[in-house]
């Protein structure tokens, strides 16, 4: 048995959540970057036998469409696995009945599925620091009872909340992050963004093609990447509201 860790991680959250997860099943893990533009996901074929732990972070109760388009071309061959979405203490809506459909159609078999916590990837305020200890207390306890059901050779499929959406998410206009004057064109954010959105000599984005992760402003060394100050402190203070109660780690059997 073998146990992929497949990420869509453009902030680092969700990684974060998915390793303490993945750390809790086995000790030997392998690693698929959906961010990764470059990597050739039509090679990674699972078996029957594997395990896959697949997390995505939600966007607007989402999964991220890049994330579904990447997931589709690996070959799941009706390995289990265990869903994860990870979202900013606001709420994850259809973010996992989403990530089970889309996980079946790609040949996996679902027999487990977490909703996770993170530091919000725009308004970095919000559930800032997690993981804290204490989710990595919980989700610990949430891999003890996957591996139970595991060892039990229960595969049944969980039952999550939410929806299958009809319609294809949207794109958000006025969330792309520029470069400020202080950018100093190492090339990083260009290098780093998943859809290819930066363009390699100005260091702006094509706000047709971002699709708002921000891994641009996280990968940053000196900080030059901005969202507009109208965004950030409108979306910082609605967030702030609609957040305002601490949310925990869930699990889905």
Partial sequence: MKLYEITFSPTGGTKKAADILSYGLAEQILEIDLCDRTQD?????????DIALIAVPSYGGRV?????????????????????????????????????????????KPIAAVAALAEHSIARKVAAGRPDAED???????????????????????????KIPDKPGLHTPG????????CIKCGLCAEKCPVGAIDSVTMNPDS????????????????AKKLSRVVTSLGGVALSVLCSNRKECELFL
């Avoid at 973010?95 to 996980?103: F, P, S």
Wanted: charged share 25%; glycine share 4%.
């Fill in 208 to 223: 047709k093609k971002c699709i708002s992760c921000m891994r641009c402003i996280s990968v940053c060394p000196v900080g």
């Fill in 136 to 162: 990595e207390k919980r989700l610990k306890e949430l891999a003890v009872q996957i591996s139970q059901k595991l060892a039990h050779a229960d595969f049944s499929i969980p039952k999550v909340p939410g």
């Fill in 41 to 49: 996901l039509s090679a990674v074929v699972l078996d029957e036998d």
């Fill in 175 to 182: 969330m792309a992050p520029n470069a400020s004057d202080i």
């Fill in 64 to 108: 991220p469409q890049t994330a579904l388009d990447r997931l589709h071309v690996i070959f799941g061959r009706q390995a289990k696995a265990i869903l994860v979405c990870v979202y900013g203490n606001r709420a994850y809506d259809n973010t996992l009945a989403e990530l089970l459909d889309a996980t079946c159609k790609a040949g996996f």
